[in-house]
C-alpha cells in the first residue's frame, strides 16, 4: 500500500463527509479535508429532497436522528409559481425535513469523525500529485499559515464542490446552458409561509426558491442569469428583486434578515466523467455535476453518489464501475432537471406548462415526486406526460 493513508477526500461537504464515512467504517485510513473550518454556511435552500431520509437512515450511527433532533422543518410537498402568480401544488409521498447547512453538514461530518476518518480543517487542496500519469495525493495549503503539504494515498476522492479544484486539475469540468447565479438568505418572521417549498418562476429567467427551515427562518434563494449578476448585488437589490414576484411582494421585511446574502455560481457545471482517466481518483457531489438548483436534488445527489463511490471503492472494483453505476442511477434525474432548468429560462412555457399541473394535481405530484426521488424520473419523462404537460 502507497502513501500514509488509504483515501484522501478534498471537501467535507454531504458528499465528502459521506464517503469517508463509508469508507472508514469499512477500515480504510481516511483523510479528509476542507479549506472551511465547521460549522460553516453553504448557499443553499437547505431542502432535504424525501428520498434523503432513506439514504440518511442507511447510514445509521443515529444520523437520522440526530438530523430529526435538529428542529428542522418538515415540508410536505412543493408549490411551483408561474410568472403570472397561478400556482401549482405537488405533493410528496412522505415529508421531507429542511435545515440549515451549518447544521446538517456538521451532523455528517461528525459521524465522519466518529466511523474513524482523520478530518483536518482549513486546509485548501490546490495540486494533485500523481506517479506516471496516475494520480497518488494532493498538494494542499494550512489556510492562515501559507505552508504548503503533501498527502499521499492511492484514491483522491475529489468532494470539493461546484468549483472543485480536483474535477479542474483533472481537465475534466464542462460548462453548459443556462449559466446561473444564486443569492442565498435567511430571513425572519417571512409571511404566509406553509409547510411546502415554494419555487416563483420570473419572467426574465429568474427564479425564487424559498421554505421554512426551522426557528421561525425561511430560506430564500434569488437565481438569476448569470449576465444579471451584476444588478442584484447587495441587500436592497435582493429585496427589491423578490417584490417583482406576484407572490411574493409585501411578504418580507428587510431589516428581518439575519444572515448577511451568500452568493455562489455561475452553475451548470459538470465533469465529463467522474473518474480520473490514468485512474487514482474520481468525483462525487457537485464536483461530478451540479443539479439546477430548481429541483434541489443536489444534496440527495450527493449522498447517494457517496455510497456509489464508497461501493466501488470498498469492492475494489475498477473506477469505472463507479462511472457505470452513477449513469445508471442519474441519467434520468440528469434528463429531467436538463429539461426544467431550461424550461424556467422560457417563461412562456414555463407559464403554460405550470397552468397545466396546476389544473391537474395529479401530474403535479408526479413531477414533485420524481424531482424528490421518490418515484423514478423517467416517469416524469415518458413522452405521454411530457404531451400533457407541454402541448
Ligand atoms: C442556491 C442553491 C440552492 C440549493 N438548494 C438545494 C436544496 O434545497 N436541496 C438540495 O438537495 N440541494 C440544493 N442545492 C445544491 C446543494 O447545495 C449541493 O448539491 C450540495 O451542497 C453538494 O454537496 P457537496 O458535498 O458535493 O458540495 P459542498 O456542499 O459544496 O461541499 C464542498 C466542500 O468542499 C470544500 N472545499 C472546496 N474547495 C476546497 C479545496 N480546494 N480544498 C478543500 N476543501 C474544499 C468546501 O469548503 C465545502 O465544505 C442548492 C444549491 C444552490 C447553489
Keep these: 500500500m502507497r502513501g500514509d493513508w488509504d483515501a484522501v477526500i478534498a471537501g467535507a461537504g454531504p458528499a465528502g463527509s459521506t464517503t469517508a464515512m463509508l469508507l472508514a467504517r469499512a477500515g480504510a485510513r481516511v483523510l479528509l479535508l476542507d479549506r472551511a473550518?465547521?460549522?460553516?454556511?453553504?448557499?443553499?435552500?437547505?431542502?432535504?429532497?424525501?428520498?434523503?431520509?432513506?439514504?440518511?437512515a442507511r447510514l445509521g450511527d443515529g444520523v437520522l436522528e440526530e438530523v430529526a433532533a435538529a428542529a428542522p422543518a418538515r415540508l410536505n410537498g412543493m408549490q411551483i409559481v408561474a410568472p403570472s402568480g397561478?400556482?401549482?401544488?405537488?405533493?410528496?409521498?412522505?415529508?421531507?425535513?429542511?435545515?440549515?447547512?451549518?447544521?446538517?453538514?456538521?451532523?455528517?461530518?461528525?459521524?465522519?469523525?466518529?466511523?474513524?476518518?482523520?478530518?483536518?480543517?482549513?486546509?485548501k487542496v490546490e495540486e494533485l500529485v500523481s506517479d506516471g500519469e496516475r494520480i497518488s495525493g494532493v498538494i494542499a495549503t494550512r489556510m492562515?499559515?501559507?505552508?504548503?503539504?503533501?498527502y499521499r494515498a492511492p484514491v483522491v476522492v475529489g468532494a470539493d464542490g461546484l468549483h472543485s479544484i480536483v474535477a479542474r486539475r483533472l481537465g475534466l469540468v464542462r460548462h453548459s446552458y443556462p449559466r446561473r447565479v444564486a443569492f442565498t438568505a435567511h430571513v425572519s418572521d417571512a409571511r404566509d409561509v406553509i409547510d411546502m417549498g415554494e419555487m416563483h418562476v420570473g419572467d426574465t429567467g429568474a427564479y425564487v426558491g424559498l421554505g421554512p427551515i426551522g426557528d421561525g427562518l425561511?430560506?430564500?434563494a434569488l437565481v438569476v442569469p448569470a449576465r444579471h449578476a451584476a444588478a442584484h448585488r447587495g441587500v436592497d437589490h435582493f429585496f427589491d428583486a423578490l417584490a417583482h414576484f406576484p407572490r411574493l411582494a409585501g411578504r418580507f421585511?428587510?431589516?428581518?434578515?439575519?444572515?448577511?446574502?451568500?452568493?455562489?455560481g455561475p452553475f451548470a457545471q459538470w465533469s465529463h466523467r467522474p473518474v480520473a482517466p490514468e485512474g487514482g481518483a474520481l468525483l462525487v457531489g457537485d464536483a461530478a455535476d451540479f443539479f439546477d438548483p430548481f429541483t434541489g436534488q443536489g444534496i440527495y445527489s450527493a449522498l447517494r453518489g457517496a455510497e456509489l463511490a464508497a461501493a466501488t471503492?470498498?469492492?475494489?472494483?475498477?473506477?469505472?464501475?463507479?462511472?457505470?453505476a452513477r449513469r445508471r442511477e442519474f441519467t434520468g434525474k440528469w434528463l429531467l432537471e436538463r429539461l426544467i432548468a431550461i424550461g424556467i429560462g422560457w417563461p412562456a412555457l414555463a407559464e403554460r406548462a405550470i397552468r397545466r399541473l396546476a389544473r391537474r394535481p395529479e401530474l403535479a405530484d408526479l413531477f414533485v415526486r420524481a424531482t424528490g426521488n421518490t418515484i423514478p424520473a423517467r416517469r416524469a419523462l415518458s413522452p405521454a406526460v411530457l404531451a400533457r404537460v407541454l402541448l
Excluded at 492562515?144 to 503533501?150: D, I, L, N, T, V
Design 37 to 56: 473550518r465547521f460549522p460553516r454556511d453553504k448557499p443553499c435552500s437547505e431542502y432535504l429532497s424525501p428520498q434523503t431520509t432513506s439514504v440518511l
Design 86 to 123: 397561478v400556482a401549482a401544488t405537488g405533493r410528496f409521498l412522505t415529508f421531507s425535513y429542511a435545515l440549515p447547512r451549518t447544521r446538517f453538514d456538521l451532523i455528517l461530518r461528525r459521524a465522519a469523525e466518529r466511523a474513524g476518518a482523520e478530518v483536518r480543517e482549513g486546509i
Design 144 to 150: 492562515g499559515a501559507g505552508s504548503r503539504e503533501q
Design 218 to 220: 425561511t430560506t430564500v
Design 253 to 264: 421585511d428587510r431589516r428581518r434578515l439575519v444572515r448577511g446574502l451568500l452568493a455562489t
Design 313 to 324: 471503492l470498498i469492492g475494489d472494483k475498477p473506477l469505472a464501475a463507479y462511472a457505470r
